[in-house]
């Protein structure tokens, strides 16, 4: 079966300290990959995808993301963190279909 | 301003009472979706549309039906809710115009209980 893992239900990161959420996927073929944010009673807000091309793509509000494709992964990295990326975090897979695959969520939270 | 609107924001009901939760986008995008979420299981895709009068079934439609008959619009249908349909419901639209690739723009969420 397809699907997407989150290993981490929650990271913690002091402020101004680099991050790192992780994802990896079972997806057969050329998946799309995708990062989305979740703030609190708030619907999902897009960050950065990864299509084809350069394995490190660069997004919203200083995010980046590293595709390794041997290794099925696609982390979520800023180099310092702020109080104010304190939410929730998917990844979500498009197998090159009509359908998409989340994972279960990782909460991060910036300590001030 | 572009988005996408959910209606009832929040709703309480009773086992077996039929509940229709609206969605709508005004960014003329010809692909729609409904998620679920729950705690531990991330967003669940329940039910997809690539346009008008064409859907097709998620990772988890049981107890759902939808229905696409104007390009804005793709209501969710409960036609017997039960307890474990209790949730916090997504509608998202993408254009729809490459295969998987798009963005996809989130309504605010629609939290529902069923007692």
């Known amino acids: 079966a397809q699907s997407v893992a989150q290993p981490e239900d929650q990271v913690n990161v002091a402020e101004g300290n680099p991050l790192t959420v992780k994802c990896t996927y079972s997806?057969?073929?050329?998946?799309?990959l995708f990062w989305y944010v979740q703030y609190p009673n708030r619907g999902l807000q897009f960050l950065l995808k990864y299509i084809t091309g350069d394995n490190l793509v660069k997004g919203s509000y200083g995010f980046e993301a590293e595709f390794n494709k041997s290794q099925t992964s696609f982390h979520l990295k800023k180099p310092s963190a702020l109080v104010s990326d304190s939410a929730l975090y998917f990844c979500?897979?498009?197998?090159?279909?009509?359908?998409?695959?989340f994972g279960t969520g990782t909460r991060l939270k910036v300590l001030a | 301003e572009a988005q996408v609107t959910q209606n009832p924001r929040y709703l309480i009901t009773v086992t077996g009472k039929k509940l229709t939760v609206t969605c709508s986008q005004n960014?003329?995008?010809?692909?729609m979706s409904w998620y679920r979420q729950d705690p531990g299981l991330g967003l669940r895709q329940i039910y997809y549309?690539?346009?008008?009068?064409?859907?097709d079934k998620g990772d988890v439609p049981e107890g759902y039906k939808v229905s696409r008959k104007e390009k804005r619009n793709f209501p969710l249908i409960l036609e017997s809710p039960s307890p474990n349909q209790t949730s916090l419901y997504f509608c998202?639209?993408?254009?729809?115009?490459?295969?998987?690739?798009?963005?996809?723009?989130f309504g605010p969420g629609t939290r529902l209980t069923v007692l």
């Open positions: 549309s690539m346009n008008v009068e064409v859907t």
């Open positions: 979500a897979v498009s197998p090159r279909t009509y359908k998409y695959i």
């Open positions: 998202a639209s993408t254009p729809g115009q490459t295969l998987g690739t798009d963005t996809q723009y």
């Open positions: 997806v057969s073929g050329n998946p799309y």
């Open positions: 960014m003329n995008h010809e692909y």
